[in-house]
């Protein structure tokens, strides 16, 4: 098949403008591609920068409250700091007799129960005293409230309460046995 000079420049011009194209898109088509990755690669980092800024903002913010807590950690009013255990245990109980005392009721015995813990390992050491006291029911619902209430932060167990028959009619007295526990820290020395 035998093609004219004009047909054969037509079909060299043909193939050139399709080699043209097939090359142009050859390198058009990935610099597309790696240029829609770049674009989103630079909102990725437009959004970091973004979150980065916020937390910048915050930093005051964190640093007050930072603040906030060494302070509360050094005057810690949740737990008994003292020297010694000895002293928690005296600070406890002269603590839990005001409460006991100033509600009316009569104290009749507190004892302090040693637990046994791996006190040298913990930074917080768990003391209790145990009350035997008599009351009116009215005293004693002030009691518990005021010890479950207060600063440092106690806690009651084993609560027994028991009341005699003969006392019935008339307002009883209520006999009651409870555990204190608290919390102490051995007070930092300051050199």
Not at 34 to 47: F, M, S, T, V
Not at 65 to 93: C, D, G, H, P
Request: cysteine-free; aromatic content about 6%; glycine content about 2%.
């Amino acid at each position: 098949m035998n093609l004219s000079e004009k047909e054969q420049r037509y079909l060299a011009v043909g193939i050139l403008v399709t080699l043209l194209l097939l090359g142009a898109t050859a390198i058009i088509v990935p610099v597309q591609l790696i240029h829609a990755d770049y674009d989103a690669q630079i909102d990725i980092k437009k959004r970091q920068l973004h979150q980065y800024s916020k937390i910048l903002a915050e930093k005051k913010g964190l640093k007050r409250q930072l603040a906030q807590l060494k302070y509360e950690i050094t005057n810690n009013k949740t737990v008994f700091m003292s020297k010694n255990e000895s002293i928690a245990f005296a600070e406890l109980n002269d603590y839990v007799t005001h409460i006991v005392k100033k509600n009316r009721a009569t104290l009749l015995s507190i004892r302090t129960q040693s637990v046994k813990d791996d006190s040298e390992l913990k930074a917080y050491h768990k003391i209790t005293v145990v009350i035997e006291m008599k009351s009116k029911i009215v005293s004693l619902q002030k009691i518990l409230h005021q010890l479950e209430m207060s600063l440092p932060l106690l806690t009651i167990d084993n609560l027994k309460i028991s009341t005699q028959l003969s006392q019935a009619k008339k307002a009883p007295f209520l006999f009651v046995r409870l555990d204190v526990n608290a919390f102490w820290k051995m007070r930092e020395r300051k050199n």
